[in-house]
């Protein structure tokens, strides 16, 4: 079993958990790691070296922000037969990707370089998600593709229906009890993220962030359109001056994919060419 | 590319105020393309994003005058909604006046027209006939 993986623009938190916790038994017979910048030499050469689909499985995490990084990943898709594409970052362009909001051209996510086997969202993916996926690998069967449905469907807290009074920021307060975190005016990514985390955060606590990936590209404004709807129209005022960040908040984990980006480069390009 | 102005009308008043103009015989931009919806309140914002992304110069989104909606509440959502979608395109860097709304009433056809005209001269520069 060789294995390569590569960090691009990540946070390291992603291969790090799949190291430490939970590698399927299978991955650990004759496991030779040819390729591993964080912890061995990081030379290209190494990888220039080996022959074509010589690697058996390359493991990707982090968005591709320079042309090293874009070239290094294509050597990786030439050399592996197998690639896993790990993380936010590397599906959907991540935290690093809310560069978007201020640059020109942020980081793009992997998936929109090279073509993956398998892709593992979560920022960090939950190990059993991580373990299905590699099981999955592993046995060369694919996952068994349904549509996918909201985070809400596996969210514990009591759905009512409700008017949201006002947009409250998530701090401060003690939000672990309670109904639907949307009616407590807090902002919760759950109606528009793909679940399969079985609601971890909400479970704890936490509003849903978005981290298993948008139900559609356009989700960050299915988000403000329930929102908006959800307000009452005496409190629209206050809600517009309460939603301080809304790239960031409703955006938080695609905007790298975002059509509106896409649209703002493709406006400036029109006005270059002008 | 052709400029073009998307309009989303909602089917009780806009709508109406479009056809009413149609007995006018007054003439609209060529860009513009209008589109029947039930209300202004379902106009979600990825449609718009959808519409922009694929080349519309403006969107705007008709519907009944203030207080008037059809189904009690549709056209104040769509307000506040897209007030808080210009906030989003002014964080992102993009013109937020290439979204308009307009309330107007199933009898203003006049009015109808020279919203859409005023639009269109602003995204366009070309101005109404009349």
Redesign the interface.
């Known amino acids: 079993m060789r294995l390569a993986l590569y960090n691009a623009l990540s946070c390291a938190g992603c291969d790090l958990i799949f190291f430490l916790e939970d590698l399927p038994e299978a991955f650990w017979n004759d496991l030779e790691i040819v390729f591993w910048p964080e912890v061995c030499e990081n030379r290209e050469e190494i990888l220039s070296h080996l022959p074509r689909g010589s690697l058996e499985v390359a493991f990707v995490c982090g968005a591709i922000r320079t042309k090293d990084q874009e070239r290094l990943v294509l050597s990786l898709r030439e050399r592996a037969r197998k690639l896993v594409a790990v993380g936010s970052c590397a599906l959907y362009g991540g935290i690093p990707g809310l560069l978007w909001?201020?640059e020109e051209e942020g980081p793009r996510p992997v998936t929109e370089i090279v073509s993956c086997e398998v892709a593992v969202p979560g920022c960090p993916p939950e190990p059993k998600t991580l373990k299905a996926s590699l099981e999955a690998l592993w046995e060369e069967k694919s996952l068994e593709e349904t549509s996918p449905r909201p985070v809400c469907d596996e969210c514990p807290r009591l759905r009512r229906p409700f008017r949201i009074n006002q947009l409250v920021r998530f701090w401060g307060e003690d939000f672990s009890q309670g109904d639907c975190f949307l009616s407590l005016g807090v902002i919760c990514a759950g109606p528009v993220t793909k679940s399969g985390c079985e609601a971890a955060c909400l479970k704890a606590g936490y509003p849903c962030w978005g981290c298993y990936g948008p139900l559609?590209r356009?989700a960050?404004?299915?988000l403000?359109?329930a929102?908006?709807?959800g307000?009452l129209?005496a409190k629209?005022d206050e809600?517009?001056e309460n939603?301080v960040?809304?790239?960031g908040t409703?955006f938080r984990f695609f905007l790298a994919q975002s059509?509106?980006?896409?649209?703002?480069k493709n406006?400036e390009d029109e006005k270059d060419s002008a | 590319m052709r400029p073009r102005l998307i309009g989303f009308l909602c089917e009780w008043c806009a709508a109406k105020a479009l056809e009413n103009m149609a007995h006018k015989r007054l003439r609209l931009p060529d860009g513009f393309m209008p589109l029947r919806v039930n209300c202004s309140g379902a106009v979600e914002l990825s449609l718009i994003t959808q519409a922009l992304y694929e080349g519309a110069s403006g969107v705007l989104v008709g519907g009944c005058p203030k207080g008037q909606c059809h189904y009690r509440e549709g056209n104040t959502r769509a307000a506040i909604r897209l007030r808080a979608y210009r906030r989003l395109l002014e964080a992102l860097g993009l013109p937020p006046d290439r979204i308009r709304a307009v309330w107007v009433g199933s009898g203003e056809g006049e009015r109808l027209y020279q919203a859409i005209w005023q639009f269109w001269k602003e995204l366009t520069g070309e101005a109404s006939p009349l």
């Open positions: 909001e201020k559609d356009q960050g404004e299915r403000l359109s929102l908006a709807s307000v129209p629209a809600f517009l939603l960040d809304p790239v409703l059509p509106l980006v896409r649209l703002r406006l």
